[in-house]
Structure formats: C-alpha cells, structure tokens
C-alpha cells in the first residue's frame, strides 16, 4: 500500500467513495456537494475538489445503492458474509480499481478492521448521530434522549481502531426541543449532517484537518 502520511492536498480533483447499508441521504449529500463526473461539472473550483467516484454497499436492498446508480456513480453491493475479511478484500479491490483517494462511511452499519482502519489511516471518514465522545454506537439519538441532554447533533471524524472513537474533524450542534421523539430529533439532526460532511471532506482535501499523532506502519 501507499504511503498515508498526509497525502491531502493532492493538487487535482479527488476521488472519494462512500459507503452505505441504508437509504443514504447523506451519500445524496455528498453527491451533490461533489459531483460525480468532474468533467462536466460547473467551472467551480469548489466543486471540482473532489466527485463521488464509488459506492459501496453491503447491503442488495440499501436505498444508496439506487440512489448511486442514478446519479451515474458506480455502485457495488459487496457482500458482508460470515466475517468482514472477504468484505474488506473485496471492497479494497474495488477502491483500487477506482483509485479512490479518501472514504466517507455514511450510514455504514459494519465495523471495519482496525488493519482496514491503519491502511487507511487519515483518508477514512465516519459521520455519527451524536455529540461525540457522547453516545457512541448502536441508537444514538435514542442514547442521547434517554440521557435527557439538551443538546445532541453530529460529528464527523477520522476512523480509527475503536468504534466512534478516531479524531474529530467537524461538530454541530442540535438542540433538543421539548417533545421531541427519536424521529424528530433524528431528522433534526440529519438535516445539519447534509452540511456538515461535505464541510469535513473539504477540510480535510485542503489539508486543514488531518489525522494526528505519529503515522502506524501499514500493514
Ligand atoms: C446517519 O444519521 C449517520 O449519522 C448514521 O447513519 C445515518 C445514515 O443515514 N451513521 P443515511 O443513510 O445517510 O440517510
């Protein structure tokens, strides 16, 4: 594999792929801040940073997937199986063959590797429904509404080897309203999400937000 150590900015327009299992509003949101063929995008310099150029997603039935395929994105359900090795073979072929610079995980509900996580080190992304480290894991609108804060929102940060834990590039509050169920709150948040990523992409393609701490040998 390459060398990882601060590979951003790379002076041309970089290649991002998301990952998805669900109905991927936010991959939506990447797909229109980065559009996917950067040849007929607007001549702005914003939006030629980066284009989607791949979607990966574990599950057939993922609404990302046709969402992708619409957009003219290549799409490929890459199943997960009995364990995540085969996936991430699988999947590392395909960001191979697309020569993918950097990975947004959106609304990807597996738990990739921490080898998977070291290789990509500083180029792999993750979005999480919460004020991290608050409410990480599995429900976290419901985590935060059960824990009565007043606040919640979204964080996106870099993936390491721990679950929602890796550096955190970008957070935006939400407050909490009085009344609020999992669902209000939920679509509340994700609201701020569709700005958020595509904010923390930029950030990091420009360099501005990095992964800290010494680079690990890759594996
Ligand atoms: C988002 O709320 C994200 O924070 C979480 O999963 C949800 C995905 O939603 N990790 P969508 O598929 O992007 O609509």
Do not use: K
Request: net charge negative; charged share 20%; aromatic share 6%.
């Amino acid at each position: 594999m390459t060398d990882v150590s601060s590979p951003f900015p790379l002076g041309r327009t970089a290649r991002l792929a998301v990952f998805a299992s669900g109905r991927g509003s936010n991959l939506a949101a990447l797909i229109a801040a980065f559009l996917p063929v950067p040849e007929v995008a607007a001549p702005d310099a914003a939006a030629a940073e980066a284009c989607v150029a791949l979607v990966v997603c574990d599950r057939a039935e993922a609404g990302a997937l046709g969402l992708a395929r619409a957009a003219g994105v290549p799409a490929v359900h890459v199943p997960f199986g009995r364990d995540r090795v085969g996936f991430e073979a699988a999947a590392q072929r395909e960001l191979e063959r697309h020569n993918i610079d950097l990975i947004a995980l959106a609304g990807f509900m597996r738990i990739l590797s921490p080898g998977f996580a070291a290789t990509w080190r500083g180029r792999l992304l993750n979005i999480h429904p919460s004020l991290l480290p608050s409410f990480p894991g599995l429900h976290a609108v419901r985590q935060a509404l059960a824990a009565g804060v007043d606040r919640s929102g979204c964080t996106v940060h870099f993936v390491d080897a721990g679950v929602d834990t890796g550096p955190v590039i970008e957070r935006r509050d939400v407050p909490v309203l009085g009344g609020d169920d999992e669902d209000a709150l939920q679509a509340r948040i994700q609201d701020v999400e569709h700005v958020a990523y595509p904010a923390a992409v930029r950030a990091v393609l420009r360099g501005e937000a990095t992964f800290p701490g010494s680079m690990e040998a890759v594996p």
